[in-house]
């Protein structure tokens, strides 16, 4: 807000005081608040949902260089990346598909993240477990993510890290924010990162690059405008399409060394993702604001792939019954948000509460085309080396299927004061869900409308001890399609959550324990391979879920960092009783670090734990199992200047060997590795 100068100018003047210019501060940085549950400005405490944060230092001491491993040091995530290019991330038993920056987004197709995402252009990462209809209007039980970008501070400050590692990954990266002008009231941020390396697996090789920039300021004495861009260009050779084949073809297991991979010495992958964002704040009255923002994103694969897959197992002396098919695409995305709300505070019945309402419409386009090998299926053998098929005579560049989405949403949500212990939140959204297109030359046009309910009550027993319920429709339009190719139904249900949240040590540790339930109509899952097409297909199943949640995390002193992570659940459902099995029931998460006393040395550790898990491999019809396994990672750092620190990160402390993910049939997980970065702020 403004600083109100003072009228009695006489009194001034004899006083000697002096009127400054006001400055804006264009971006809320406070600790431990978050807008993702509900929209309205609420400490993670006061909001009735599980909430965790990952901030930009747990991710620059444990080596988090991309989104993938930023979210494995959240509580309750599972990072499922079951190819070297292609992750799905899952909460709760569940897929989730609604991930934001700054608080707006739409749902990602099939949930799939393409590409490791730098992580250094982000101030935070925000996990909103559980349904979040009112937040999105479309999603299921698991949750919602929200990236929150880097923006420019009100001091000249930056830093600059290059870092070293094990298979010859080098990284360079460069952060540095300005006030442009002399009274502050404008500022910049510049991000820059240039990374490539190897990697255990066979052949694979990886580059990155990625910029971000950002401006913003104070228009007049009541409007902030902020403009940013980013661009990352992420190149991979010899990389997998698929995963490993684990079945045999008389049940039993199959074991290959950690650095197995079915890529051949032609494969590529290379994708460039683009975003630009415009946001605009107006101080409507003291209490009141008005945010309008538009967001861009657009983002270009290239690649040629080579699957393998085994429809009867392998023969475990010979690892023969494999089949190999070589795939040459590009697919081009572009997806723009608009979005505007007004948010304040209003006075009924002696006490002052909150209110939010708004509108948001976003569209995107996808369109893929690919070309189609001269020859098809090729027999292989496990283990496969890097030039055992030929590249393939690929055909011309045809057009193979276009997907338009657009989602027009209209919602609003208050926060009541009933008491001074209890708060009341209830809300709406409306959205409309639409998509059309061509795939492979059948046409399809389908419109959804759903009215989503919000509600969620606080009750402060004491100072320190709240507790909460919560409410939330689920709906979630699929990609999956049934047996004859068409779209199956959204899958609709509802979510409750019910928990208490503690502050300790003067409100520097916070602890949360949440039971949560979801009961999901009509959720995808595997069904079998259409003999004609040679396509899967999917049908809609009933599935219950419920569990309990546990998170502390905080600070034990001031030098001391910790978060301790549980969650334990089940899930059911109207045929097997069982589904989802490569979903862990149980997983742990603990990461904890701190300032040696009388020392210049920091050290801290980190790890992850779950339990076993297992899945149907989808050509062969076998099972693959994994078995309950933790990684353990650590860091040493020593500050030998005061703006200078050296570090050393240790990632799979104990060597652990797991499939990574049994979500498609994975792959190994990375051996113990090692980087040596250094750091200097300025």
Not at 262 to 288: C, K
Not at 507 to 516: H, P
Not at 636 to 661: G, H, M, W
Request: glycine letters at 10%.
């Amino acid at each position: 807000m403004p600083a109100v100068a003072q009228s009695d100018s006489a009194a001034s003047a004899a006083s000697g005081a002096k009127t400054l210019e006001a400055v804006t501060i264009v971006s809320q940085r406070e600790a431990r608040v978050s807008t993702g549950a509900t929209g309205l400005n609420l400490e993670i405490k006061e909001t009735p949902q599980s909430i965790s944060v990952v901030t930009a230092q747990q991710m620059q001491d444990f080596g988090a260089t991309n989104l993938n491993d930023a979210l494995r040091l959240s509580t309750g995530i599972q990072v499922e990346e079951w190819e070297t290019n292609r992750t799905n991330y899952m909460s709760r038993g569940f897929e989730i598909k609604s991930t934001q920056i700054d608080g707006v987004g739409m749902p990602n197709d099939w949930g799939i993240v393409t590409g490791a995402m730098d992580s250094f252009g982000y101030e935070k990462v925000e996990v909103i477990r559980g349904a979040n209809g009112l937040l999105t209007g479309v999603g299921n039980s698991s949750g919602t993510i929200n990236y929150v970008r880097k923006r420019p501070t009100n001091v000249e400050q930056g830093s600059v890290g290059v870092s070293y590692g094990s298979w010859g990954t080098t990284r360079a990266e460069v952060d540095y924010s300005k006030p442009l002008s002399d009274d502050g009231r404008w500022a910049g941020r510049v991000v820059a990162v240039r990374e490539e390396g190897g990697s255990y697996l066979r052949d694979l090789e990886n580059e990155r690059t990625y910029i971000y920039g950002v401006v913003d300021g104070q228009v007049g004495d009541n409007g902030t405008l902020a403009l940013g861009y980013s661009y990352q260009q992420a190149n991979t050779d010899g990389n997998m399409w698929g995963a490993l084949t684990f079945s045999n073809n008389d049940g039993s297991q199959a074991k290959w060394s950690r650095s197995a991979s079915t890529t051949q010495d032609w494969t590529y992958w290379n994708t460039n993702n683009q975003t630009a964002f415009v946001e605009y704040i107006h101080q409507l009255a003291a209490d009141w604001q008005l945010k309008t923002s538009y967001n861009f994103r657009s983002s270009r694969n290239d690649d040629q792939l080579f699957y393998v897959y085994s429809s009867t197992g392998l023969d475990p002396n010979t690892g023969s019954g494999a089949t190999g098919w070589p795939g040459k695409y590009v697919d081009e995305s572009e997806t723009h948000l608009f979005d505007v709300n007004a948010s304040g505070s209003f006075g009924l019945f002696g006490r002052q509460h909150e209110l939010i309402v708004g509108a948001s419409h976003g569209r995107s386009k996808q369109t893929y085309w690919n070309h189609t090998p001269a020859s098809g299926f090729d027999p292989v053998s496990f283990p496969l080396n890097g030039n055992e098929v030929d590249e393939p005579d690929w055909g011309p560049k045809t057009f193979y299927s276009e997907l338009n989405l657009r989602l027009t949403r209209m919602y609003g949500t208050t926060r009541l004061q009933v008491s001074d212990k209890l708060k009341v939140i209830g809300g709406f959204n409306f959205a409309e869900f639409h998509r059309d297109g061509n795939d492979s030359g059948t046409l399809f046009d389908q419109t959804e409308r759903e009215i989503s309910p919000y509600a969620g009550v606080t009750y402060d027993f004491t100072d320190r001890l709240m507790g909460y319920a919560s409410y939330s429709d689920i709906y979630q339009p699929q990609d999956q399609q049934d047996i004859n190719g068409d779209y199956l139904d959204p899958s609709k249900g509802v979510n409750y959550e019910a928990g208490v949240k503690m502050d300790w040590l003067n409100k520097r540790l916070l602890t949360s324990l949440a039971w949560f339930r979801a009961e999901q109509k009509g959720l995808s899952v595997y069904a079998g391979t259409n003999a004609t097409t040679q396509q899967y297909y999917y049908t809609g199943m009933d599935v219950e879920s419920q569990g309990l949640e546990f998170e502390v995390s905080g600070k034990l002193d001031n030098n001391l960092d910790v978060v301790l992570g549980y969650t334990t659940m089940e899930m059911t459902d109207t045929e097997s009783g069982d589904p989802v099995l490569w979903a862990p029931r149980q997983t742990a998460n603990l990461a904890i670090s701190g300032r040696v006393p009388s020392t210049p040395v920091t050290l801290g550790a980190n790890g992850r734990w779950q339990s076993k898990t297992s899945n149907v491999d989808g050509s062969s019809g076998y099972t693959v199992r994994q078995d309950s396994y933790a990684v353990l990672n650590a860091f040493a750092a020593y500050q030998v200047t005061p703006k200078t620190t050296l570090r050393f990160n240790v990632k799979n402390l104990t060597d652990e060997k797991y499939i990574n993910s049994l979500y498609q049939i994975g792959y190994y997980g990375a051996p113990r590795s090692y980087q040596a970065s250094l750091n200097y702020k300025f």
